[in-house]
Nanobody
């Protein structure tokens, strides 16, 4: 069983920066894809950024140029550097780990979420 623990959320003013971190337990981190999703009140959860085991990244259009996802396989940790934050970035941010086992079965795990609030 994999556990994901997020940290780094908080309250900031518009234009400021935050860095989220998500540490995974277990031994499958390095061969898994990682993602950051967010969910604002009354809205559906959406993908913010993702990074494959090989380091390829993709971003939601709304965060391109402001957010950067990275991973440190030695620390089993994925990061989301968020800059030039806007009030509309306010949401609960969730870490996601996903991949396919050696047996060909898909797996997916979620963290508990961390609140990011951006004041105007």
């Amino acid at each position: 069983q994999v556990q994901l623990v997020e940290s780094g959320g908080g309250l900031v003013q518009a234009g400021e920066s935050l860095r989220l971190a998500c540490e995974a337990s277990g031994s499958i981190f390095s061969r898994s894809s990682m993602g950051w999703h967010r969910q604002a009140p009354g809205k559906q959860r959406e993908l913010v950024a993702a990074i494959t085991s090989g380091g390829s990244t993709n971003y939601a259009d709304s965060v391109k140029g402001r957010f950067t996802i990275s991973r440190d396989n030695a620390k089993n940790t994925v990061y989301l550097q968020m800059s030039s934050l806007k009030p509309e970035d306010t949401a609960v941010y969730f870490c996601n780990l996903n991949g396919k086992s050696w047996q060909g079965l898909n797996y997916q795990y979620w963290g508990q979420g961390t609140q990011v609030t951006v004041s105007s």
